[in-house]
């Protein structure tokens, strides 16, 4: 009997917590609810400016071995806000840099090999066309081709990413205020005989080359700006390359004023995927070092205005990369799993109004959905 009373009590317990839960729990206190005046001091939710920044290739390892091989920091640990996202392609689970610039710049899963193209080869609007259209101020800057798969997909629509002549003629389809990048030859060494340099000229751009005069000599004149940085691709920052902070700089100093409704800038450390791909942690390092070099310049420009977003991603890992035991800051032991890229989550950091919105694990689309919500547009 007294089992049974005993086992009522805890039944009735145990409904008025599920059934009422409201009144036999303690309930929270009661809020009024706070009213913030904006002040106009306050971060305003929405940047005027995004630099996306994508270090191609770039997984968790490449960055670990950046910072280990930099006295142990990067300008990278300036970020608050960071996540992940899952950049498989539409039709594999391995992407490339195609696949996944595309998505970064168009929000789609498109198929590995596609410039600005969905799954079905049609093609669709990228960010910096949305930009251009809005009014703002664009740049591509990458130390591959600008004809390489990660900034032509945010520019160009082909169904192969090999096209490099036609995704070359696509720049001329835009109203781009400046690109910087290699891949000379595809511009004026062409099968079809045209010299888009000249044509880029003939549409008010100034344009210049390695050829001409140093980057670091170069005093854009308020036309368009394009500069080419080498006939094919750029060196490794190993064999002398040098430009990428200097054009980082460059690009913000240019756009900044360009648009009173902003600007939209893409910046890409192409050559760690190369190292990646080499298997090679010396070529990994010095151009993860280079590319930090690049998000401190940005970072510079940020934190002073204030108005800027800045995203700092990878498109992939490349390589298995490991740091293994027996290793030392200055000496790392490392491995490699593949020559190819391999399918690991990626980590996004930003920094600036609207960073909050890249926490999480989201899928790469979503970088766009991001930037796109960011600038406020509909
Ligand atoms: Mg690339
Ligand atoms: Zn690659």
Known sequence: MKKLLFACTIFVLVSCKTLNSGTTLTPPPPTTPVVVEPSPQETPLRPKNII??????????????????????????????IGLHKC???NDLITDSA??????????????????LDAQEKPVKTIL???????????????????????????????VRSMYEEIAADFLNTE????????????????????????LEEKGYQVASFLDEDLKEIQPNGKNFAYLTADSDPLPVAQGRDYLPHASKLSIDF???????????????????????ANDA?????????????IAEVLKFAEEDGETLVIV?????????????????????????????????????????????FMGIYENTAIFDKMFAAFGWK
């Open 52 to 81: 996306l920044m994508i270090g191609d290739g770039m997984g968790l390892t490449q960055i670990s071995a950046g910072l280990y091989s930099n006295g142990m920091k990067l300008a990278l640990e300036k970020f608050k806000h």
């Open 313 to 357: 991603t990878a498109d992939h890992e490349t390589g298995g990369f490991a740091i293994q035991k027996g290793s030392k800051p200055d000496s790392l032991v490392t491995a490699f799993t593949s020559d190819y890229h391999t399918a690991d989550l990626i980590p996004v950091f930003a920094y600036g109004p609207g960073a909050e919105a």
């Open 129 to 159: 066309e949305y930009a251009e259209m809005k009014g703002l101020a664009t740049g591509l800057v990458a130390t591959s081709t600008i004809v390489h798969a990660t900034p032509a997909s945010f520019i160009a629509h082909q169904k």
């Open 255 to 277: 756009l900044k004023d360009r648009s009173k409704e902003g600007f939209f800038l893409m910046i890409e450390g192409s050559q760690i995927d190369w190292g990646g791909h």
């Open 176 to 199: 781009v205020d400046l690109f910087i990048g290699g891949g000379k030859k595809y511009f004026d060494r062409r099968v079809d005989k045209r010299n888009l340099l000249k044509e």
């Open 282 to 294: 010396n070529y990994i390092i010095t151009e993860m070092i280079d590319f930090d070099n690049s």
């Open 88 to 90: 498989y392609a539409d």
């Open 99 to 116: 696949a996944a610039a595309t998505s970064f710049a168009c929000g789609i899963k498109t198929y590995n090999g596609a410039i600005g």
